[in-house]
């Protein structure tokens, strides 16, 4: 439970932030995160991923909410994605996840700690001019990430609250090796207690030092109502006339796409944060979003996608089922509903020191240090992918750091394929796993070297496939080996088909 509450007070502004930077109704932002939570919670099979209203869909629900002709026609987009992600799910989409490097994930892990460091210490000395929940580099505000951190300087810092920023850092930093490992306070977790210390410290502050005490400005900002029922007034329904518009189906074709891989993405990099190393059944996860979304979108919520900062904070609390996910949706709208005031007394710097120490853990220096040990086949497509990601947004970043991933698995597969063997007047050149088309310059590069009047085998035992280039290539030297008096002889104990179409003479036996 204490898990749980913790996760509830971090999603609160972010999915405020999102709805804010998506140019969406603040209450969008909020029914997105309760139905992630509760909604998403109870039908994934991940144990700790926490689903909510995502940044990197920000670009895209503000254009589609520009584009359509009213907010509810949006929501009908959003219903219509979560239609299309239960499809994907039927038909087994979720294996994508699988063709996706290690590398690329932990870099993409690394990178949403740097964001949340980067762009929290704003907020955490009062510079709330970016909304909390955007994670992109270039802001709405028209700043980038770089530049808000300059302007830090720039500009007057709120010292009350840079005060309790600090000091709950200090604290959180302090708490993750002091906390006892047994007894009753082995559950406290320290973002609760920072939570309540910024409340406490704020209301002194206006009591004792005026100078210090934090406006409302900069303080947690959920609508109020003047009773729970009335929250119903604010939920907008979609608009299912618009469902001839082919605006509202090519929205909702993207939304269903993007969201489905940045969740199959999050709860990949999630299954690597969890202690015991539990696999997510991607499938089940994607029947869960498009639930998740379908529920949102007929309840006037944003898309919702499974989020690393949340789960994160999920994990780093010490949630070890899935009931911290559903009650982190459960907090959520009991707040909103019973205490909206008291939820807006809590100062924006607190929760950015909670995200940045949770920033910290998923970017130490030693995870860096690890990938560099690893060889530059992992290390630079790791780095690629982090510097990637923090200059662009999530998705564009996952699809460098793929096609930078991919290219060394290329490259590594070229390398040490074909072997060269010379003794005396005997050549033998051996292909050690199957040939492909990226192959072909090795295997000529091999045959070119056999020298004339020389006897050559070419041996393909250990193949089960050989590209048809690569056979053209053994035709082509085959049919020039007779005027270079070098007679070639081809072993393909496996590969049958490749040596049925092989002009050279074959012999079955194993190679040695």
């Known amino acids: 439970m204490p898990a749980s509450i913790v996760v509830a007070l971090v999603a609160l502004p972010l999915c405020l932030g999102v709805a804010l930077a998506s140019g969406a109704p603040l209450m969008a932002g909020l029914v997105a995160g309760i139905v992630g939570g509760i909604v998403v919670g109870a039908l994934s ?47 087994r989409g979720g294996v994508i996840a699988e063709f996706v490097p290690g590398a690329v994930i932990t870099g993409m892990l690394a990178a949403i700690g740097l964001i949340l460091i980067l762009k929290q210490l704003p907020h955490a000395v009062g510079y709330d001019r970016d909304p909390e929940g955007d994670m992109g580099f270039v802001q709405p505000d028209g700043e980038n990430t770089l530049t808000a951190l300059s302007h830090i300087l720039s500009n007057n810092i709120l010292w009350g609250a840079a005060l309790i920023a600090v000091v709950s850092l200090a604290f959180l930093f302090w708490w993750d090796k002091a906390k006892p490992k047994d007894g009753p306070l082995k559950l406290l977790p320290g973002p609760l207690v920072v939570v309540l210390f910024a409340v406490g410290s704020n209301e002194a502050f206006r009591q004792f030092a005026p100078e210090l005490h934090i406006a409302a400005s900069h303080l947690v900002q959920v609508p109020v109502s003047a009773t729970p029922w009335a929250l119903a007034d604010q939920i907008r329904l979609p608009d299912f006339g618009a469902i001839t518009n082919p605006k509202v189906w090519t929205l909702a074709l993207t939304l269903a796409i993007v969201a489905s891989l940045e969740s199959l993405l999050s709860v990949k990099a999630v299954d690597e944060l969890d202690p015991k190393r539990r696999v997510t059944d991607k499938n089940r996860e994607l029947l869960a979003q498009g639930a998740g979304n379908l529920v949102s979108g007929m309840l006037g919520g944003l898309p919702v996608t499974s989020v690393i900062v949340r789960s994160s904070a999920n994990v780093e609390t010490g949630a070890d089922s899935r009931l911290s996910t559903m009650l982190h949706g459960t907090w959520l709208l009991l707040g909103l509903a019973l205490m909206p005031a008291i939820l807006n007394l809590i100062p924006l710097s607190a929760l950015a020191a909670v995200l940045i120490a949770t920033g910290y853990k998923l970017a130490k220096p030693a995870l860096f240090l ?14 690629v992918t982090v510097l990637a990601i923090l200059f662009t947004d999530l998705l564009v970043g996952i699809a460098i750091g793929l096609v930078v991933g991919m290219g060394f698995v290329i490259w590594r597969s070229t390398g040490n394929i074909i072997t060269y063997v010379e003794y005396g007047e005997t050549v033998m050149v051996r292909a050690r796993r199957n040939l492909y088309f990226m192959h072909k310059p090795a295997l000529q590069q091999a045959l070119e070297r056999v020298p004339e009047g020389t006897s050559l085998l070419i041996d393909l035992s250990a193949t089960s496939y050989v590209d048809l280039d690569c056979i053209d290539i053994i035709n082509g030297f085959a049919k020039a080996a007779q005027y270079r008096g070098i007679d070639v002889k081809i072993r393909a104990d496996h590969t049958r088909k490749a040596a049925d179409k092989i002009n050279a003479p074959i012999t079955r036996a194993r190679a040695t």
Do not use: D
């Not at 920000?58 to 992600?85: D, H, M, Y």
């Not at 690890?370 to 780095?383: A, D, E, N, Y």
């Open 370 to 383: 690890q990938r560099w040990k690893q060889g530059l086949s992992q290390f630079i497509p790791f780095v």
């Open 45 to 91: 099979g991940s144990p700790l991923s926490v689903s909510g209203p995502a940044a990197g869909l920000t670009t895209i629900v503000l254009a589609g909410i520009t584009s359509l002709p009213n907010f509810e026609a949006f929501l009908l987009a959003v219903c219509l994605a979560g239609v299309l992600q239960l499809i994907f799910a039927a038909t």
